[in-house]
């Protein structure tokens, strides 16, 4: 085992170390982890190989050398494969809430659509299907707490792509053309999904963000956000790439990312905005700009009895 001078391991370059794997014919990605706990993984490859290996990864199912369309299942499932055609209060936030924690992937037997979000907000996806007319199973993955659903429908799969979806969407993809009606429902979406309301004690305020790997999309939300509503302001700011650990390993992600912040005052319009139809929305969200609306109307209070 070779170590640099900083001692760090020298690890194999890509490809020899994806041979090796592939000799040891495992089945899936739990072999793979008892293989690394097991002592038998030759310290010259990674027990995180999509860590070091980010500019040639591509999956875990290419990295173990199995195809993937052997791990989705052969049962049928309902769902509406036109949910997409036609505009609707519930497409359009649907739409939203895939442009922020969705994907599609473009096998070549089957063309998958998916949402995925933190398994404490399940429920939304059980909402989500029962809208799409769907019983497809949620899944949880337990190593970052994601719940998350995925639909075998071609059709599904084009309308997404005519909307403006495309495959690895989150720093290429573009603000879609959304009918204006819909507007506030697809950003009430996007919003469930890539947004966040807080609370900062010090000063006693909320404030709210979007956030987007795409400039291109961050700019056209913010766009589209300040020709709805009037008197709002929003900023855009570019941040450096997100520090992680996984499995006690420091990592630093790939790419930048880009936050549309929003101010005390801001939030509220925002809120107005996107929850004036009562459509279907994350409960947990939509209670904390509850409390943003109680404690500003309490300062407003305040100043008019001054």
Request: one cysteine or more; proline letters at 3%.
């Amino acid at each position: 085992m070779k170590r640099t001078r900083r001692g760090r391991i020298n690890f194999w370059n890509f490809k020899r170390a994806r041979n090796f794997v592939r000799k040891l014919k495992l089945k899936n990605q739990k072999e793979w982890k008892k293989y690394c706990i097991s002592g038998l993984k030759p310290n010259e490859i990674p027990a995180n190989p999509w860590c070091y290996y980010r500019s040639q990864w591509i999956d875990n199912f290419d990295w173990i050398g199995r195809k993937k369309e052997r791990y989705w299942s052969n049962r049928k499932y309902n769902v509406n494969h036109g949910f997409f055609k036609k505009w609707s209060s519930d497409m359009a936030y649907v739409l939203g809430l895939w442009f922020a924690d969705g994907w599609i992937s473009l096998f070549k037997k089957q063309k998958i659509f998916a949402i995925g979000i933190n398994q404490k907000d399940r429920d939304l996806l059980k909402n989500v299907l029962i809208k799409m007319e769907s019983d497809y199973p949620i899944y949880y993955r337990n190593k970052n707490h994601l719940s998350y659903f995925h639909i075998q429908s071609g059709e599904i799969i084009k309308n997404i792509m005519e909307r403006g979806g495309v495959e690895r969407k989150s720093l290429c993809v573009k603000f879609p053309r959304i009918p204006k009606k819909y507007l506030p429902d697809f950003i009430r979406g996007y919003f469930d999904g890539d947004g966040s309301i807080s609370y900062c004690k010090a000063n006693d305020r909320y404030s709210s963000n979007f956030t987007s790997g795409s400039y291109d999309f961050i700019c056209g939300l913010r766009d589209k956000i300040k020709n709805s509503v009037k008197k709002i302001n929003c900023s855009i700011n570019k941040y450096r790439p997100r520090k992680f650990t996984i499995r006690g390993e420091k990592c630093v992600g790939k790419n930048s990312y880009y936050l549309l912040t929003f101010g005390f005052k801001d939030t509220i319009l925002l809120g107005r905005y996107i929850y004036n139809n009562g459509g279907i929305k994350m409960k947990r969200k939509y209670e904390k700009y509850l409390d943003a609306s109680k404690l500003r109307e309490k300062y407003v209070e305040n100043k008019r009895v001054r």
